[in-house]
């Protein structure tokens, strides 16, 4: 039993670490609320005083802001439904006793692996290419036109490049839930006649439902924030400019520290405020 000493022992060890992690946290939270409500051009005068609210008014008020804010929801959905959908279904088939089972598992889970930014070039120059792509050959092998895969359909492009690097996470988290079921439960429901549809619904669903809401919430935290893949393939044109490229294109391109800072803070609540909405879901599957 732990007395009073130990306790205090114990906060005394762990309190540099809590202290270098909310510096890390808090010093750039506060260096960007202070330049929102500047005008700062690094490289146009460089501090021009203050200007209150004038940053949060003129980027809410941009004609690229609601747009960027639905890019985003629709990216962070679409990537969301299918990895979740096609995770459980990879679970389910990885589960199965198979030859070569563990080399299986490695190439499903190694995507996730590879960096961003080289899982974009290469569904970019590899798979997409309207000329020299896979895709482009599969096509003209039908006898039909390639399609411009980062010009005609660039939002699904997107969705298919970052639901490649997810969806070996989804598939590891449940893959394990599933490992971890009762088969005791299986066996009975199939000695009592119930098909496989009616396993999976009522037996095997429910169980992957805390796994599922892991996934949701894990995902969604960092799909807010995709970037690379946006930066290396379509540039932010044609429709599939988010929030967080809207942001780089603010600070970086514009040289406007202050109104990339505005839009930063933008994002921050944006996270927030589907975070909450996520951990009442988590909260609900949890009880």
Do not use: C
Request: cysteine-free; proline content about 5%.
């Amino acid at each position: 039993m732990a007395t009073q000493h130990s306790r205090s022992a114990a906060r005394i060890m762990i309190a540099p670490a809590v202290i270098l992690l909310l510096g890390w946290m808090l010093v750039p939270l506060v260096m960007t609320l202070y330049f929102s409500f500047k005008k700062y051009l690094p490289l146009r005068g460089g501090d021009l005083g203050w200007v209150g609210f004038e940053n949060y008014s003129r980027f809410v008020t941009s004609s690229s802001f609601w747009p960027s804010i639905a890019t985003t929801l629709t990216l962070v959905v679409s990537v969301l439904v299918i990895t979740v959908v096609l995770g459980v279904l990879l679970a389910l088939l990885l589960d199965r006793p198979m030859w070569g089972q563990g080399i299986v598992r490695i190439l499903v889970i190694a995507p996730f692996f590879v960096m961003p930014t080289v899982s974009a070039l290469i569904w970019k120059n590899m798979f997409m290419d309207p000329i020299n792509g896979l895709l482009a050959h599969l096509w003209r092998a039908f006898g039909a036109e390639p399609i411009q895969w980062m010009s005609q359909a660039s939002m699904p492009s997107i969705i298919i490049i970052v639901s490649w690097q997810w969806l070996p996470f989804a598939t590891l988290i449940l893959l394990t839930a599933i490992q971890s079921l009762d088969g005791e439960q299986l066996e009975a429901s199939e000695m009592d006649g119930a098909p496989p549809v009616k396993r999976f619904w009522y037996i095997i669903l429910p169980h992957l439902s805390r796994a599922i809401t892991v996934v949701v919430l894990i995902q969604t935290i960092f799909l807010l924030a995709v970037f690379a893949e946006i930066f290396v393939t379509t540039g932010g044109a044609f429709g599939t400019k988010t929030l967080s490229y809207l942001i780089f294109q603010r600070v970086l391109e514009s040289q406007n520290v202050g109104l990339g800072s505005a839009g930063g803070v933008y994002a921050i609540i944006l996270a927030n405020i589907v975070a909450m909405f996520l951990m009442r879901i988590v909260g609900k599957n949890l009880d």
